[in-house]
Every structure is written in structure tokens, then in C-alpha cells.
């Protein structure tokens, strides 16, 4: 399915030297993360499942100045450091991955952030991501799934003709209780949105919702909306409505 396989290889593999990209290294770049990494952020995210310390704000202010850096990023991806990985997401080039890249990359992703974000600023912009989506969600490997279920709810929000939108509900209702987390938040998700966006499946979708009880007591800060299906479902219909 995917390219040759030494596409799966190129800019990923430790080359035992120090690449200078523009004036900076790997070396400067990754004693600049190290400034702002912050012990108490640390332990917060190391609740969700994530292993850095880093102020996003100020990440996102290092990728401002360093602008798009596709080798600069490929060699920060290659450290494994969770927020090099971060950063390195946000000054590479999407549309410059092949397919194999993408799903290599997918495979290296393992905690919450650094997977949200190859998902949302990486595969959605990449002109692989059809192709992707319609393998991940077969895959067995459930945060890999996810991000095909992330997709699937993009293309459900943005560009529906051609999914099955009854068949998926199916799924839903089959596999969701029982998935693991990161899977079960993305099918969640995409239940909610074909519930928000497509009101001859809203019943259904608020059915499944209730008979699930998935997220139903997940616990939602004040002046946020719940991510239990059918009360998320109900609560953008109802803004949809009013604005």
C-alpha cells in the first residue's frame, strides 16, 4: 500500500551529526526547549498521558521565529523528545511527507499531544490523508485508528459526500463502549458531529449517545460544553440555531 520502502527511511534514521538549518542546531534548538520547561507543567500533563514541560505559548513562539524548517524538523522528530516533536510539527512542511512517512510518523506518536497535533496540523493539510483516514480506521492498533477517526469526523464536518454516514453510526454503536480511550474519544467525536451536522442521523445519533453513556460523567469545567454526545449534540444545534 505504502511507497518503497525507502521513503519510510528518508530524514528519520540518527545520522551522527549535527545539522545547521538557517543558523540554528539541533543543539541550540533543543537547549532552548530545555529553558522552558517548567516541573509543574510537567506533572500536569504527565496526568493526560504526556511526557513534556514545555509552555506552548512560548513553543509556538520558537516555531514564529524559526518559520518552516523541513530538515531542521525532520532531525528535531528524530530526538523522540516530546516537545522537539512538538515543534517540530509546527515548522515542517506538510505536503512534503509521503504516505509511508505519515504512517511511520503515526506509529511514533504515542502520547495524546504530540498525536493530536501530527493528526490536525500535519495529515489534514497533507494530500495523502484520504488514503490514510481509509486505512487507519482498519488498523489494529487503536491510537493509530484514532487518527482515522479524526479524519473521518473532519470529512464528516467539511466534505461528507461519498461516506457512509449510517454504516459508521453502525460502527459506533458496535465497538465504541469497549474501544480505549484515545479510540473512543475519536468515535465519540465523530458520533457528535454527525449528530450536529446531518439532522436526518441527529435521532439516531442522540440514541446511541444515551444508550452508551460514554463521557457521560466526564467532568466539564464551568461554561463548557460536555463531551457526552447528546448533550454536545443539542448545545451546537442550539448555538447553530441562535447565531
Not at 522552558?36 to 504526556?50: F, L, M, Q, S, Y
Not at 469545567?221 to 463531551?227: D, I, K, Q
Amino acid at each position: 500500500m505504502w511507497a518503497a520502502a525507502e521513503e519510510l527511511i528518508v530524514g528519520w534514521g540518527c545520522t551522527g551529526r549535527e545539522v545547521q538549518v538557517s543558523g540554528t542546531t539541533v543543539t541550540e534548538v533543543m537547549a532552548e526547549l530545555a529553558a522552558i520547561e517548567d516541573p509543574k507543567a510537567r506533572a500536569v500533563n504527565e496526568r493526560h498521558g504526556d511526557d513534556h514541560g514545555v509552555n506552548l505559548g512560548k513553543l509556538r513562539a520558537i516555531a514564529k521565529r524559526l518559520r518552516t524548517q523541513q530538515d531542521l524538523a525532520l532531525e528535531l522528530w528524530a530526538t523522540g523528545d516530546s516537545a522537539a516533536r512538538l515543534l517540530a510539527l509546527l515548522i515542517c512542511r506538510p505536503r512534503a511527507f509521503g504516505a509511508g512517512q505519515l504512517d511511520v510518523m503515526a506509529r511514533e506518536s504515542r502520547t495524546p499531544k504530540v498525536h493530536d497535533w501530527f493528526v490536525n496540523y500535519v495529515v489534514k493539510k497533507s494530500p495523502h490523508a484520504e488514503e490514510l483516514r481509509v486505512a487507519w480506521l482498519q488498523d489494529p492498533d487503536p491510537v493509530v485508528a484514532s487518527g482515522g477517526w479524526a479524519l473521518t469526523t473532519e470529512r464528516v464536518a467539511r466534505k461528507p459526500d461519498g461516506l457512509d454516514l449510517a454504516g459508521l453510526l453502525d460502527t459506533i454503536e458496535a465497538e465504541m463502549k469497549d474501544a480505549p480511550d484515545r479510540l473512543q474519544w475519536a468515535m465519540n467525536h465523530c458520533l457528535a458531529q454527525i449528530g450536529i451536522e446531518h439532522p436526518g442521523l441527529r435521532a439516531r445519533a442522540i440514541e446511541i449517545g444515551e444508550r452508551l453513556e460514554v463521557l457521560k460523567d466526564y467532568p466539564t469545567p464551568p461554561n463548557c460544553t460536555s463531551p457526552y454526545a447528546p448533550v454536545w449534540i443539542s448545545e451546537m444545534v442550539r448555538r447553530q440555531a441562535v447565531g
